[in-house]
């Protein structure tokens, strides 16, 4: 991937935004992207997707992202939150996001190729926003 | 919106497709685009939206246009089609989908905001293709 598709797959234009969390020594331990998860008419429901360096695994760094994420949310005014794509396999996520308030909508059967298990289900999960 | 931004927003560029429907005497009936839903290990699951002209509501043109996705989606090998975003109130097109194979896997809570309705539910569908 070069630095411009990585650029146009990871940073969000406005009004989304990229963020990226650090260590206090400066390594890079995971970033987050959010913003409106629809145009027009579904753009008072946010989005967000994270990533984790493997070495930053198990500490955490997933869940300050998913905070950060709905604390952004929540002052830009959006009333809900949307994730469209967590992988079934992905148990550690799907529990994190359950202990944040979200909600599993659906399931969407074998929408996920996984490298380990072959095709599994994505859960589409949902949290509103308090004001 | 300019014809660049309209190009950006329904022109799907490959693997992805857009068609239109005319009538015999080469009117305008609607449009219709697919590709896949996800990137990378979703991309096995197509997705697909649609528009259908004012004057032409109410003569097949959706179901057509549907019938034309799902036939261009086997044949492109997709296991799946997914809609993110059927609105509830848009009760035609519901009842067209179900009755063209697709069930309502989750309705995202007042995820659209109607004009006429205030904020309804995104229906997400789905239907699995055979080979």
């Not at 991937?1 to 009004?15: F, Q, V």
């Not at 020594?25 to 998860?37: E, F, M, Q, V």
Request: charged fraction near 20%.
């Amino acid at each position: 991937m070069s630095l411009d598709e990585a650029r146009s797959w990871w940073l969000e234009t406005p009004p989304g935004v990229t963020v990226v969390a650090c260590s206090d020594d400066g390594t890079l331990l995971g970033s987050a992207k959010a913003g409106p998860n629809r145009p027009g008419r579904g753009s008072h429901v946010a989005t967000a997707s994270f990533m984790v360096t493997a070495a930053a695994r198990r500490r955490g760094v997933g869940r300050a992202l998913g905070k950060w994420a709905l604390d952004w949310a929540r002052e830009q005014g959006y009333a809900a939150m949307q994730f469209n794509a967590v992988a079934a396999t992905n148990t550690v996520a799907v529990a994190r996001w359950q202990e944040l308030g979200f909600t599993v909508i659906g399931i969407v059967p074998e929408a996920f190729d996984s490298a380990s298990h072959g095709r599994v289900g994505l859960h589409v999960m949902h949290r509103h926003l308090e004001a």
